[in-house]
């Protein structure tokens, strides 16, 4: 297994030497931005998103609230788990990195010593892109975006092979839909019981404004003060 994409006539080493040739081409400083964000930059990003897609749900309550957040916390959980999985799958695979078998490329991030297949960045970016996808729509398009760019990345830094790449998202993707069904399951009540909470329910649900509790009672007076004024007449 671990002969994989050794030969040059390979597509999958093709795509490699074409997309990776873009780093070649392009000025040091691009190279470093784009070494940022392929490492941290877009995996931070997704996970803004997931908090920022929380804030919005908790601040906007609703009866989906319980359930949407439980979906949000599927998302890291999913993309730990799918993690986890991929070491059985490195260890059987043995493909070396790119770099250590062709020659020519342009390595943006020295000291990659691990296996090569499947790639870790990309099966966790699509873990959280699609368990948030599963919580929310909109966000989730915007994530699952950003976790394709991170793919591209991964190979025009000259760490992965674009197989590696696809095997990652679809390990992440594979994790995060086919076990949300369980994890909906087991999270959901969690997080309803959370929301319950006097001391933790803000996690689910902002508490209202000060202004709807007057609301609730300030019919009532004017109702009262109008009966009055119908007993007078």
């Known amino acids: 297994m671990a002969g994989l994409a050794d030969s ?3 597509p999958d080493v093709d795509l490699l030497y074409d997309i990776n040739g873009l780093a070649k081409a392009a000025p040091p400083w691009f190279d470093r931005v784009m070494e940022y964000v392929g490492e941290y930059g877009l995996l931070l990003a997704i996970v803004l998103l997931v908090v920022w897609c929380w804030w919005s749900v908790r601040r906007r309550g609703g009866e ?3 359930s949407t957040v439980a979906a949000l916390a ?7 788990l799918a993690v986890l999985v991929n070491v059985p799958i490195r260890g059987f695979v043995e493909r070396p990195r790119p770099f250590l078998d062709h020659q020519g490329l ?12 499947v790639s870790d960045h990309a099966t966790i970016v699509m ?10 729509r909109r966000f989730g398009l915007v994530a699952l975006v950003l976790a394709l760019f991170g793919g591209f990345i991964r190979v025009y830094m000259g760490v992965h092979y674009p197989t590696d790449v ?3 998202f679809a390990l992440g993707t594979a994790v995060a839909l086919l076990l ?22 803000w996690l689910v649900r902002a508490a209202g404004p000060a202004e709807d509790e007057d609301d609730a009672v300030i019919p009532e007076s004017r109702d009262e003060r109008a ?3 119908d007993l007078a007449a």
């Open 166 to 168: 696809v095997g990652g």
């Open 127 to 136: 873990a959280l892109a699609v368990g948030l996808f599963v919580a929310h």
């Open 227 to 229: 009966s009055e004024r």
């Open 8 to 10: 040059g006539s390979n």
């Open 180 to 201: 949300s069904p369980v994890a909906m399951a087991l999270l959901t009540p969690v997080v309803k019981a959370v929301e319950r909470s006097p001391r933790a329910g």
């Open 106 to 117: 342009e390595v943006l991030v020295q000291g990659k010593t691990d296996y090569s297949f």
């Open 64 to 66: 989906d609230a319980a």
């Open 74 to 80: 599927w998302a890291p959980l999913a993309a730990g």
